[in-house]
């Protein structure tokens, strides 16, 4: 009732103002922190039936049915002995007691932690034990972490006769009737790295107070993603964590910057908030995530294998809800996601908890007229029902402004979870509705001298001025009649709305079943302007502007072909997995399957060109007054569904505690039928496939293809000891085309092979007071892969030429903190890479449009290094705090890329950095001020794409006109949160 009448004040407070609504937050929060004591805890009901199982793993089991949480050092309590336990619907507290009490264990309980320790027969006690009468002394202190704040549940290991203890809710811990001597003592607890202290006992009791250090690289803590959950330095596999306080130091521009966290990812984010590139351990692609999927809370986001449109980035961001993510680079992501042999990023949101939490952030952009508000509240309604619900939305002119407002729109997520009341799982309802349009920021032109940089031409600088016409709208009448309407100012806007649930249960047989499905409708606009060339004035052809008044140009002055690109793309998904898991004996095992339902209707899809003026602010050119303001070129269509059925089965072996042996398999069954569009008839009245896309589509061909694919991988993890671990893996995954390839309308079946993907890879971790390290070295291989080329053309808009080639690469991934004082922390991070191409040829006669520009010509890119990919790519980061104030610095530093296969063209490697403060007024108020691209370095990300390919450099003059794009310039930001 009191909790009913709690949850009235709030929403009686939500028609006010938003600050009641914190307020009576805060004041629930209050309210709930003293709800649920120790009786409570110990008088649920619970049962279990398990034979021969390790206790570790019996107190795992139980811990599933409770709303507390075990703490116990395996170690004391002796964890690998094999009990025999069957109850039905008993009370906590009887099981315990009949369970521990022959293996001589005892337990207390602090709040919602049940605390399991020897029976005191060695002089080990809790601080409230009545002190052993031997005359001996007694060894006591505090566990503090480094803001000093006290650290309850902390295993405490002393080498006198196995002594161990767990620290109470004040941190405290204390070893009794200990003789002189010197001892070791060890501390451990998740989240923080362990450490050893020598000390001494000499004549008299001993204080020893000890400060954990964060766990920085987080070895200790549990992972979720790619199997069952286990800590990161039992696990052999890439893994990185970054937890929602990294994300805000860090401060992404956007969800794609935020990547550049995770080693063995190459990351271009220079499209603003438009779709980024990710480069996964040198495998090729002309950008896009080819090989790089994208999770929300364990589902896909999009199927894998994607360039820029559809561009997962535009699926989801990155906000406020986002507890922590988790990347698994390498072999076992072909398990966790179906055609993902580089990466998968699982983006975990917060899903409630016992007390009342929140944010709330206001940011602004100082440089550029931004305005976001972001926003996470969660809790609990009642014992049973947790809630989570936050997002944001902001408006922004851009960093580099295009006239009009660049991004705007936000989203709202929430889910909802009700635990069973017999602890054995919950089923969770979740939502998001995403409304926002951004900006994507595409090449723009700089006179070439050669050096690769990005130097000024007398009327435009490419860095700090954007290339967009300010005059956006147009209007085109189909040959069907229909009058359709853009305004390239709405640029990419994206409208989705998804809704799911899930449900995890577990069996009085161990049995852990876990449903996960989701339904996603997606609505996305594009209307951009793609610069195709930059020509000079003839200085005798008279232009106008589209209100009809003459333009006034002169000779010298130069023009821009631009191809302005429309598409309407809609997709429905559907995704529904069911797992199963259960611990055997030494097996921790998982199978189960699911399927991908992603149905396209993209269209229609039409290229225009049109001239405008190359500078800022740029007005698009017609040559009367009359004339017709845009030209329209093409018409596309992407028609199809794509189901992919998926089966896999994993085994999590422990061999012994030092020795785990994981095995995984997965088998696609992928079918896509849709309809292709082709262009003209051949004589004998066969389609003809070689046809440059037009304005009319001749038919389609209709076509259902159906492929199965396999992944397995095999991993070994030795732990040296609880601070070190040695581990390899080798796997075999796959590449598979997607409906993009099927729809092309040159497509060719007997160049769509197999694409198989080998991947070995070995790595070290390591953790230990001050100091964390993850490193790892890999060798991969790609056959077939789809390398299609986009070609601009002015006639005829962009068209595709169809390439296919292999690739190897070896690399070196390294991640390691070192916290240099008590307020100084130091984060290296990095990639070493060689990516080369073993087999790639592109011949132009798939395309006659090509033709016409490049001739009939075949063009050979093999033992060539795979263009954008830098050799080393690294990150070195400090934080420091003190007393209120937090400093962040990161320093980058890229080494030189190619900018087409053809590696005619190099970039020079480069430094960027940023910067960032922050200082906490109270502790829940906090602002913070900071710096993207601190020294405003001028540099080119990107060549020209789609032309530097076929271009021989020795013949470019200096002063010719060079597509590229750059680093955005430099930035400034504020922010100001409230926390509770």
Same mark, same amino acid.
């Given at each position: ?309 559809p561009s997962v980035d535009q699926y989801y961001k990155t906000d406020l809800t ?441 790595? /070290?971790? +390591?953790? =230990?007071? @001050?100091?964390? !390290?993850?490193? #790892?070295?890999?060798? %991969?291989?790609?056959?077939?892969? *789809? ?92 934080? /420091?705090? +003190?007393? =209120?104030? @937090?400093?962040? !610095?990161?320093? #980058?530093?890229?080494? %030189?890329?190619?900018?087409?296969? *053809? ?7 480069y430094a960027l950095m940023k910067g960032g403060a922050g200082y906490s007024f ?59």
């Amino acid at each position: 009732m009191k909790e009913a009448c709690n949850f009235q004040v709030i929403l009686r407070a939500m028609r006010i103002s938003l600050y009641q609504v914190i307020i009576a937050i805060w004041a629930l929060g209050n309210a709930n922190a003293t709800e649920g004591n120790a009786q409570t805890l110990l008088s649920k009901k619970i049962s279990v039936n398990l034979n021969n199982k390790e206790v570790e793993n019996v107190l795992q089991n139980i811990e599933k049915q409770i709303s507390g949480k075990f703490v116990f050092s395996s170690k004391i309590i002796r964890g690998e002995r094999k009990i025999n336990i069957s109850v039905k619907d008993q009370p906590l507290y009887k099981v315990l007691d009949e369970t521990l009490k022959p293996l001589d264990l005892t337990y207390r309980v602090t709040e919602n932690l049940i605390i399991i320790s020897r029976t005191s027969k060695d002089g080990a006690q809790s601080l409230s034990s009545i002190k052993s009468k031997a005359p001996n002394y007694t060894v006591s202190g505090k566990i503090k972490d480094s803001k000093g704040e006290t650290l309850g549940g902390v295993t405490v290991l002393l080498n006198y006769k196995s002594n161990g203890v767990v620290t109470d809710i004040n941190g405290a811990f204390s070893f009794v009737d200990i003789p002189e001597g010197s001892y070791t003592l060890t501390i451990s607890s998740i989240g923080f790295t362990s450490v050893k202290k020598e000390i001494q006992v000499i004549g008299g009791d001993l204080q020893v107070d000890v400060e954990l250090k964060d766990d920085v690289l987080q070895l200790q803590e549990i992972v979720v993603t790619g199997g069952n959950p286990k800590k990161k330095i039992e696990s052999s596999v890439a893994i990185t964590t970054i937890n929602n306080k990294d994300i805000q130091t860090r401060a992404p521009l956007n969800s794609t910057d935020l990547l550049k966290a995770i080693p063995g990812l190459t990351v271009e984010s220079t499209g603003g908030d438009g779709p980024g590139n990710v480069w996964v351990r040198g495998f090729p692609q002309q950008g896009g995530y080819i090989f790089l999927g994208i999770m929300e809370d364990g589902l896909p986001v999009l199927p894998t294998g994607y360039n820029s449109l559809p561009s997962v980035d535009q699926y989801y961001k990155t906000d406020l809800t986002i507890r922590n993510i988790e990347a698994v680079r390498g072999g076992n992501a072909s398990i966790v996601m179906a055609n993902t042999p580089g990466a998968v990023i699982n983006n975990l949101s917060y899903t409630g908890a016992e007390k009342t939490y929140g944010k709330f952030k206001a940011t602004t952009g100082l440089s550029q007229g931004l305005y976001r508000l972001d926003g996470n509240v969660g809790g609990k309604v009642n014992s049973n029902i947790r809630y989570n619900i936050g997002g944001f939305y902001r408006t922004d002119k851009g960093i580099v402004s295009p006239g009009y407002t660049a991004n705007q729109g936000g989203q709202l997520k929430g889910n909802m979870t009700y635990n069973f009341k017999n602890q054995k799982g919950f089923v969770r309802v979740y939502g998001k509705y995403l409304n926002d349009k951004v900006q994507w920021m595409l090449t723009s032109y700089y006179p070439y001298d050669g050096t690769g940089k990005p130097t000024k031409s007398s009327s435009f600088d490419m860095v700090n001025q954007s290339l967009a016409t300010i005059d956006t709208k147009f209007s085109y009448k189909s040959a069907d009649g229909v009058t359709r309407n853009y305004d390239m100012s709405d640029g990419i806007h994206t409208k989705q709305g998804s809704g799911g649930f899930q449900f995890n249960y577990t069996t009085d047989q161990g049995w852990e079943i876990n449903n996960n499905f989701r339904y996603q409708h997606t609505n996305m606009n594009v209307t951009a302007g793609i610069p195709a060339s930059n020509v000079a004035y003839n200085g005798t052809t008279q232009y106008y502007y589209l209100d009809g008044t003459a333009a006034s140009l002169k000779a010298g002055d130069r023009l821009v072909n631009v191809t302005g690109l429309t598409q309407q793309l809609k997709d429905v998904q559907i995704i529904d997995y069911i797992d199963f898991k259960r611990n055997m004996n030494n097996h921790s095992l998982t199978f189960g399957g699911g399927i991908h339902q992603y149905n396209r209707n993209d269209g229609p899809n039409y290229n225009f060109s049109y001239v405008q003026e190359f500078k800022e602010r740029a007005r698009r050119l017609i040559t009367s007054p009359t004339a017709a303001q845009i030209t329209p070129l093409t018409l596309a269509t992407v028609i199809g569904n794509t189901r992919t059925v998926s089966a896999y089965a994993s085994d999590e072996i422990t061999l012994n505690p030092k020795w785990r042996l994981d095995l995984g398999a997965r088998v696609d069954n992928q079918n896509v039928d849709g309809k292709r569009p082709f262009y003209a008839y051949k004589a004998d009245g066969t389609p003809d496939y070689t046809k440059a896309s037009t304005l009319i589509i001749a038919d389609y061909t209709k076509y259902s293809i159906t492929t199965t694919n396999w992944a397995a991988t095999a991993g070994l993890n030795y732990k040296i000891n609880n601070q070190a671990a040695l581990f390899a893996r080798a796997t075999r995954a796959y590449n598979a085309p997607n409906i993009a390839d099927y729809n092309a309308t040159a497509y060719d079946p007997a160049k769509i092979k197999k694409r198989p993907v080998y991947l070995a890879e070995i790595g /070290y971790k +390591y953790a =230990k007071n @001050n100091f964390s !390290l993850f490193a #790892s070295g890999s060798y %991969s291989a790609i056959k077939n892969v *789809s390398l299609s080329i986009t070609v601009p053309t002015v006639s005829s808009g962009n068209q595709t030429l169809l390439a296919f080639g292999s690739t190897r690469t070896f690399s070196a991934e390294f991640e390691a903190s070192y916290k240099i004082t008590k307020s100084l922390n130091l984060r290296l991070t990095g990639t070493i890479q060689d990516s080369k191409y073993t087999d790639y040829s592109a011949s132009t006669n798939t395309n006659s449009a090509i033709v016409a520009i490049l001739g009939d010509t075949t063009y050979s890119f093999t033992g060539k290094r795979t263009e954008r990919v830098p050799v080393l790519n690294t990150e070195l980061s400090a934080t /420091y705090d +003190y007393k =209120k104030f @937090n400093i962040y !610095l990161a320093g #980058s530093y890229i080494g %030189s890329r190619f900018t087409a296969p *053809s590696d005619s063209y190099k970039l020079p490697a480069y430094a960027l950095m940023k910067g960032g403060a922050g200082y906490s007024f109270t502790k829940n108020i906090n602002a913070r001020f900071w710096v993207d691209n601190l020294l405003n370095a001028r540099v080119l990300t990107e060549g020209d794409v789609r032309g530097d390919q076929f271009r021989n450099f020795a013949a470019v003059e200096k002063g010719t006109m060079m597509a590229g794009r750059t680093l955005l310039p430099r930035s400034f930001w504020l922010s100001l949160a409230y926390e509770f």
